[in-house]
């Protein structure tokens, strides 16, 4: 049986903290997509970059097993991939050594807070015994078992999402007829109307793999 851990890390204390160039009260989010060529790699979407920060070429690209790659995405916006093998940092070849995959993550210049997924609990184990050997402090901040109703960390929202779904059920978003948009969710938030669109998105879609998907295997 599955298990769902958030695990939080030092931006610092490793690579890929110390190559995505946030900065101090900036934060940023990915969450894994699927697969582009190579289906052994994993690929993730960011959320909200900060505006001309990343750019194709950059020194982040290609670069000891990363790649950052600009597709194009509906409504002529432009979707921000990032990708990278297990050998590209210690922290993510402990994790592909026991099983875990990321699910999602999100950062700032102080931590980055990930959800991973391992097969089994003893896979989760034998990591947890592996990372306390690492030269970084991985900090085990929530286990849960996504087969278990009313348990876990919002059946895997982020905060965000967790907070803008909730804002949308209040607002009456989902009323028939709506009594409000994404963009008064947006102007609330305090972010974008696309970002909104894409935290329900995301949100809805956690919820139901999360809490109706799992259940069913």
Known sequence: ????????????????????????????EFERVSARGDASVPVFSFS???DGRLEEGDPFADADGYRLEFVDAPDDHELCLVSWRPEADPFFRLL?????????????????????????????STFRSAAEDLDTSVEIRRVYNPTSTGTGAWYGLTPRQRRTLELAV??????IPRRCTTIELADE??????????????????????ALLFAEE
């Not at 209040?170 to 009323?175: A, F, H, I, Q």
């Open 96 to 124: 592909d050594d026991h099983g875990g995959s990321i699910r999602r993550g999100t950062g700032d210049s102080e931590a980055w807070t990930f959800e991973a997924e391992f097969p089994s609990h003893d896979d989760f």
């Open 170 to 175: 209040e607002r009456g978003y989902y009323d």
């Open 1 to 28: 049986m599955g298990v769902i851990v958030e695990l939080q890390i030092p931006t610092h204390q490793f690579e890929f903290g110390r190559r995505f160039p946030t900065q101090s009260g900036d934060a940023a």
């Open 189 to 210: 938030l305090g972010i974008s109307d696309q970002a909104v669109t894409e935290r329900l998105r995301r949100g809805i879609v956690t919820f139901v793999t999360n």
């Open 48 to 50: 909200e970059p900060a």
